[in-house]
């Protein structure tokens, strides 16, 4: 039998391309683990930054005023009457921020016939997220949506409106509807319940109608559009001065600064107005004012408003809108007790300027159906 003389061994070969073959399989498979590991963290830092995205637009469209107050931001000075332009600000968040834009597609119609349009834009950075240790990428997404710039914060219905009723005491003064101001349609002298009301003197007031007493306290009830639970327990309406433990501004105080209307949350029931002001009064129980004091903007009194001497107030008035309270009783028709009171000479007329201008702080961005975008371009 022949001997095979060439006996070269193949078992170290062999086993070069075994190692071979693992370590292309393990490199595939630490290859394969680190891109599953990037794609995940990619995944996370687009849903944070669509996270913060949102919530920045979501802020933005609430606290529009206080963003575009902060360092850095530029706003419209007024929406409601921009030619072009946009809002920008930058709202910083744990972990990110969001940059929101804010920009005028549409112009608004003469005579708030239609609202200006905006598109709004919020751009969400993750910053935490990283692909790689020593990778600087951010997650960026970005969500849109239109919105009209609303300026209907305040449905006048009157220019005393009273849930409680009116007691008007002499002939003398003024309680007028007709629009001082020339913008707007006139509105009721007086609106209050059927059989809430009574004058003494012959005094007349004067609007569209003078004296409206048609409906009685449950059907005016949803005609006062003012949401006074979510004013005085929700903080709808937050204040700028709260009595107390603030103080009331002095007439100095105003005088200062002719841009000053505040919103003035008061607690103490039967408060009197100490001097004349701007703005919007908001009176959790009863409120008087006295004297030769003069308001200019918007009361809005919980219980009732008693008015003494010579005052005037040129704007809207509504008072006894505790009515408005969820298991408030309501009072038997004609019951008097809850009345207002006008004593003297006094004059209170609607001013829808001065109802606009003490509104302005509350205007804001409404969000349009359907028209919300995802993943918006960004550069």
């Known amino acids: 039998m022949p001997r095979l003389h060439n006996r070269g061994g193949f078992a170290l070969p062999l086993v070069l391309i075994f190692l071979v073959v693992v370590t292309m399989a393990i490199a595939a498979g630490l290859a394969a683990s680190a891109a599953e590991t990037g794609t995940s963290a990619a995944q996370r830092g687009q849903n944070r930054a669509y996270a913060v995205a949102e919530m920045g637009l979501q802020l933005f469209l609430v606290k529009r005023d206080s963003l575009c107050a902060l360092a850095g931001a530029s ?23 969001a940059v929101v834009i804010a920009r005028l597609q549409r112009q608004a119609g003469t005579n708030d016939t239609l609202p200006a349009l905006y598109f709004v834009r919020s751009r969400g950075v993750d910053s935490t997220s990283k692909l790689r240790g020593s990778d600087t990428t951010t997650s960026v997404r970005a969500v849109g949506l239109m919105a009209a710039w609303s300026t209907q914060t305040m449905k006048v219905t009157g220019a005393w409106t009273s ?11 003024q309680i007028d509807g007709n629009d001082q101001c020339g913008r707007k349609q006139a509105v009721a002298g007086v609106l209050v319940p059927k059989g809430d009301y009574s004058a003494s003197g012959g005094f007349q007031p004067t609007g569209n109608p003078p004296l409206d007493t048609t409906k009685t306290l449950a059907q005016l009830d949803p005609l006062v559009t003012i949401d006074w639970n979510a004013i005085i327990n929700g903080g709808a309406m937050p204040a700028d001065i709260e009595i107390p433990p603030d103080a009331f501004p002095d007439a100095a105080w105003f005088q200062a600064d002719t841009t000053r209307w505040p919103v003035i949350r008061i607690h103490t029931s039967g408060f009197s107005l100490p001097n004349a002001g701007r703005g919007i009064i908001i009176a959790d129980g009863d409120f008087v004012i006295s004297g030769s004091n003069m308001w200019n903007g918007i009361i809005l009194v919980g219980g009732q408003l008693t008015s003494n001497g010579n005052n005037t107030t040129s704007g809207a008035t509504v008072s006894g809108l505790n009515y408005k309270l969820p298991g408030a009783p309501l009072p038997p028709p004609g019951y008097i007790d809850d009345n207002s009171t ?38």
């Open 75 to 97: 706003c419209i000075s007024d929406p409601a009457a921009a030619t072009s332009g946009f809002d920008s600000v930058t709202i910083a968040q744990p972990g990110g921020y």
């Open 163 to 173: 849930l409680g009723g009116l007691t008007k005491q002499g002939s003398a003064g």
């Open 342 to 379: 006008a004593n003297g000479t006094k004059s209170y007329v609607y001013n829808s300027c001065y109802v606009s201008r003490a509104t302005q702080k509350l205007r804001h961005y409404v969000p349009m159906a359907n028209t919300w975008v995802d993943d918006v371009p960004v550069w």
